[in-house]
């Protein structure tokens, strides 16, 4: 039985969420997620007003794990890379009927674009026929090329025909194809994310590939010899070296209403702060690491990561996650404020969340059934900044850690509910290095059995103003 953990309390609309997981034997590693969901508007796109949560599960199209993947999950340790990921149709413009449709999507360094062409089949005498024109063409990897043995298990494969002897080609290809003849072939082609069973993602887990599911791995202490690169989900072609706050997106063909979107986001972030650990607070820098985009919905949103290693499993304390407007940081003291507010909100009854159905898909006439689509880096080294009255970590890619003895398993003042564990308690780290840690320079003296783990964490003294620091536990 897991003991209780650090909480995560959100201070605003966003939502939140958390993972404890294990970098090596002992070394627990407690990573903060947050998400904010934006309607997708010309020149700039709002927050929604009903914001989603982090997503604790890989979603997969009709809740079939043998589709593919309509959207991943969440809850992650963390991503070497950012992930651009898009799911939905792509609309004829005007919604007038159309034989091809080219969609493209421009992410910052990412300028990629997929032609949707209507149903076409080979007959059993070689010729290539082709079916209505379309409004809109579903972007799910069952209409790309692909079949078993291929990157795109779940795609049309060109050596099976149907009762009456077609043979289907893929909807989905590149800008510009001409496909000739029923041998034809040709990269599988696609916005949505991977799976993780998925030959592009599997191979990187080397000798742990017999179990890919992120569960499992996180399950006990990550592998040592596994490829980071794993727990990112989108195309290789659809990750970014970062994703900024107020990141400028252009769609074309890709949003039911404008044929060629172009927005940008609001440029707001999470703040968070780890409460309850002797000194004050401390800052814990989030890094955006995911941005998916739903075009049936005209919805995106930004996932945040932050992560800090426990002193042990059952540490009390509590995250604080706040909302930042662009050039109005949150500080400590306005963060107390708003947990002050929380609580006289929270005594108040609310209505239960309706239920989460699971995101549908439409196929073409060749394929069975024609349902509607329904929605479905760390070490980070503290350092003074002079606007919060808190520690800022600058980021680099793995974690914030910040040490603090917590002597005795006492009753836990806050709850976990929000808390996502992995994995059980294990020996204590013996002071190797943990995965893609650096060194930094003016560092705290850490003692005790993570003396050696490359982890640092400073105070800054509380300015003038700000609220005392709490008392140890």
């Not at 025909?161 to 034809?184: F, M, T, W």
């Not at 999470?270 to 650990?277: L, S, V």
Request: hydrophobic share 35%; glycine share 8%.
């Amino acid at each position: 039985m897991l003991g209780r953990s650090m909480e995560v309390l959100s201070v605003s609309p966003l939502r939140t969420a958390s993972l404890l997981w294990q970098a090596k034997p002992g070394a627990w590693i407690f990573t903060v997620i947050c998400k904010a969901t934006f309607v997708l508007a010309p020149t700039e796109s709002p927050l929604a007003p009903e914001q989603e949560e982090p997503n604790e599960e890989d979603t997969h199209w009709d809740d079939d794990p043998a589709r593919s993947l309509h959207s991943a999950s969440d809850l992650v340790p963390f991503k070497i890379r950012a992930d651009v990921a898009l799911v939905g149709h792509a609309f004829a413009p005007g919604k007038r009927p159309a034989r091809n449709v080219v969609a493209r999507m421009v992410i910052g360094d990412i300028d990629k674009a997929v032609e949707a062409v209507c149903d076409r089949w080979f007959t059993q005498d070689g010729r290539l026929h082709e079916g209505s024109p379309f409004t809109r063409m579903s972007l799910n990897y069952e209409r790309a090329f692909g079949g078993p043995g291929t990157s795109n298990p779940v795609g049309v494969r060109r050596d099976v025909r149907d009762a009456y002897g077609k043979s289907p080609v893929p909807n989905l290809q590149p800008p510009g194809l001409v496909i000739s003849s029923p041998g034809d072939s040709f990269e599988p082609v696609g916005f949505g994310p991977l799976a993780p069973s998925w030959p592009t993602r599997r191979e990187k887990l080397g000798r742990h590939a017999g179990n890919p599911s992120p569960r499992a791995l996180l399950a006990t202490p990550l592998p040592e010899d596994i490829d980071p690169a794993f727990w990112n989900v989108a195309p290789l072609d659809q990750q970014l070296g970062a994703l900024r706050n107020n990141e400028r997106i252009v769609l074309e063909n890709l949003h039911p209403e404008h044929p060629r979107l172009v927005t940008s986001l609001p440029g707001i972030s999470p703040r968070a702060y780890i409460d309850g650990r002797p000194g004050g607070a401390l800052e814990l820098p989030m890094n955006a690491d995911t941005l998916f985009i739903d075009t049936d919905r005209a919805l995106c949103s930004i996932t945040w990561r932050g992560s800090f290693q426990l002193e042990h499993m059952v540490e009390r304390g509590r995250v604080i996650v706040g909302m930042e407007q662009p050039g109005k940081p949150l500080s400590w003291a306005e963060a107390e404020r708003l947990i002050d507010r929380k609580n006289l909100e929270s005594a108040a009854p609310t209505a239960p969340p309706a239920p989460r159905r699971a995101p549908q898909s439409s196929y073409a006439d060749y394929q069975p059934k024609e349902p509607t689509m329904k929605s479905a880096a760390f070490p980070f080294a503290a350092k003074k900044t002079a606007e919060t009255g808190a520690p800022k970590s600058s980021a680099a890619p793995v974690f914030i850690a910040k040490h603090a003895s917590d002597a005795g398993e006492k009753d836990d003042p806050f709850s976990d509910t929000t808390n996502t564990y992995v994995g059980a308690p294990d020996a204590e780290a013996k002071g190797t290095p943990l995965p893609f840690a650096t060194t930094f320079d003016d560092r705290r003296a850490i003692t005790g059995s993570n003396a050696g783990l490359p982890f640092t964490g400073r105070m800054q003294p509380p300015r003038p103003g700000d609220a005392p620091p709490l008392p140890p536990p």
